[in-house]
């Protein structure tokens, strides 16, 4: 009867041995691989969707600026601005600041207790728009040029260069991720060409007692593809807890203000769904990765002993 | 089954190891390979399983010239052929059991299929109860016996086996050479390397005696 177990329960060991020095190192240089490339796929991915919501945000308000000009009236300039603004279509409010709401805009950087009433600043109407699109903004901007001491700024040319930042930023991320790649890709090479030597006896032995090539590299294959595996889903999941944690630590570090600002910025660190899809994706890849580098180096070699 | 015709071996540049062999092998046959130590004779079982290639002359086996084999071909001869190594060349990580079935695994069986065959050799070379033991714990006889049991578990045509018993004492050798006689009973042709002139005298069978590189002597 436990004999019958035994027998049930028996599997073969595997033929290249599981344990061997060349294996962990790879699985460790995999792992760190893998790392680097969530965290540069991360990087990128923060960076890219948070430049585009920043972007959008940033361009469904405008602002009109209206300087204090001697012989004119500043509140009923306001309110021309006012009107004008709302009378162009896909502008869904517009709002003067009160005095009160600029100096707690300017109290960062010209300290409490200012008094603006004092000092001739200009006036900010800001202008939210509900299609973006469909907003004629240049007919906007030369109706408020008919009003003395007013501007309207788009932002146009500070998305300009925040999206060409980002662009910058996602193909340099994608350079890189390339990069570690074929770096990872040269690594297996030689970790397996090193495993073969190291198993050469194993190799010849097989050989011997009529084993394939094609079954000899199905062996070491299959390790190697373990190897990947695991190696890849330990990179990943540092990453992961690594993206975690810094998110962590910029909630602790940063006052409550700047935190939500950077929490923006930096889409409060959370990679999202498809943040951690790719994570996974970048896992597969480096597993693929190892499993068809391996198979090439293995047949090489086989083909070169026999 | 196997023609040597004006075979000559050398490695690499070095000097003619294998000088000008001319001889034939019958199937079903048993010759005792036998020659003093660095004669060639372990070079001669290394062109017979094919792992060297003859640097002239003409090696013959299963009716085809060796030297136009390709790759599949090859193999498919190879899985006619037995082979006991001089050092055995057990895998150290693999059990007794999986060392001997190795063969089979290799030509794609299942171990459900070859489990009942392969414990029956092992029972049959007095291995029963070592099945489970890695080689490191196994002692030389017993390493011999394994060795033996691998290469006879895919039903060669051919065996070769190089000083089998080279590590073990008088009265084991008997035995394997025992084990070897049934199996040529069996229908296997078996060429077996020695210098110990005991056995050849004990087993009466032909013999091929090389020096320095020639076959001097063969029945
Ligand atoms: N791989 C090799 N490379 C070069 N010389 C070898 C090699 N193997 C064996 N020899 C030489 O061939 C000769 C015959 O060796 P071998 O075939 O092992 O003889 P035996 O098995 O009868 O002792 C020896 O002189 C040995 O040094
Ligand atoms: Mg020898």
């Not at chain 1, 599981?18 to 923060?46: D, E, K, P, W, Y």
């Not at chain 1, 996602?170 to 690594?187: C, E, M, N, P, W």
């Not at chain 1, 006896?201 to 294959?221: C, K, P, T, W, Y």
């Not at chain 1, 990943?236 to 602790?252: P, Y």
Request: proline share 4%; glycine share 10%.
């Amino acid at each position: 009867m436990s004999e019958g177990l035994k027998i049930g329960f028996y599997r073969p060991g595997p033929i290249v041995p599981a344990q061997s020095v060349a294996g962990r190192t790879l699985m460790l240089l995999i792992g760190i691989m893998t790392f680097l490339s969530c965290v540069t796929f991360g990087g990128v991915l923060l960076v890219q969707k948070s430049a585009v919501g920043w972007s959008a945000d940033v361009g469904r308000e405008l602002t009109i600026q209206i300087r204090p000009v001697d012989g004119e009236v500043l509140e009923s300039n306001i309110r021309l601005a006012i009107s004008l603004a709302e009378a162009i279509p896909g502008v869904a409010e517009a709002r003067a600041l009160s005095l009160e709401e600029s100096e707690a805009l300017l109290e960062p950087w010209l300290g409490a207790g200012l008094d603006l009433s004092d000092l001739s600043i200009p006036r900010l109407v800001i202008v939210r728009l509900s299609d973006p699109n469909a907003a004629d903004i240049t007919r906007l901007e030369s109706e408020i040029a008919g009003i003395a001491g007013a501007g309207l700024e788009t932002h146009a040319a500070w998305r300009v260069q925040l999206n060409t930042m980002a662009g910058t930023i996602v193909v340099s991320g994608i350079l890189v991720l390339s990069l570690i790649l074929v770096a990872t890709a040269l690594a297996i090479v030689f970790a397996t060409r090193g495993t073969m030597s190291t198993n050469r006896e194993i190799v010849d032995v097989l050989h011997f007692i009529g084993a394939s090539n094609r079954f000899i590299a199905g062996e070491f294959q299959g390790r190697f593809l373990m190897i990947g595996l695991k190696g890849g889903a330990a990179g990943g999941l540092a990453a992961i807890v690594f993206f975690i944690a810094v998110g962590m630590a910029i909630n602790a570090v940063m006052p409550e203000p700047s935190s939500a600002q950077l929490g923006f910025f930096f889409g409060r660190f959370a990679l999202g769904l498809n943040g951690l899809l790719g994570i996974a994706g970048v896992v597969m890849v480096i597993a693929g990765l190892t499993a068809i580098t391996s198979r090439l180096t293995v047949r090489r070699f086989l083909l070169q002993i026999s | 089954m196997i023609a040597f015709e004006n075979v000559g071996l050398r490695y690499g540049h070095g000097p003619e190891i294998l000088k000008d062999l001319s001889f034939s092998i019958d199937p079903g046959s048993f010759h005792f390979l036998t020659g003093p130590s660095g004669s060639g004779k372990t070079s001669l079982l290394r062109l017979l399983l094919l792992s060297l290639k003859p640097t002239r002359g003409r090696v013959t086996m299963f009716g085809e010239d060796v030297i136009k084999l390709d790759r599949d071909r090859l193999l498919q001869m190879r899985r006619h052929i037995g082979i006991v190594f001089q050092e055995f060349r057990l895998l150290d990580h693999l059990t007794t059991f999986e060392n001997v079935a190795l063969p089979l695994r290799v030509r794609g069986q299942s171990e459900t299929s070859y489990r009942a065959n392969v414990e029956e050799l092992l029972d049959w070379v007095g291995l029963g109860d070592r099945m489970d033991a890695y080689p490191s714990l196994l002692s030389g006889g017993e390493k011999q016996r394994a060795a033996i049991a691998r290469a006879v578990i895919a039903k060669p045509d051919i065996l070769l086996a190089d000083e089998p018993t080279g590590n073990v004492d008088p009265e084991l050798s008997e035995r394997l050479l025992h084990l070897f006689e049934e199996l040529n009973r069996m229908g296997t042709t078996i060429i077996l390397a020695t210098h110990e002139l005991a056995l050849l005298d004990k087993f009466g069978y032909p013999r091929m005696l090389l020096n320095e590189g020639e076959l001097v002597i063969h029945e």
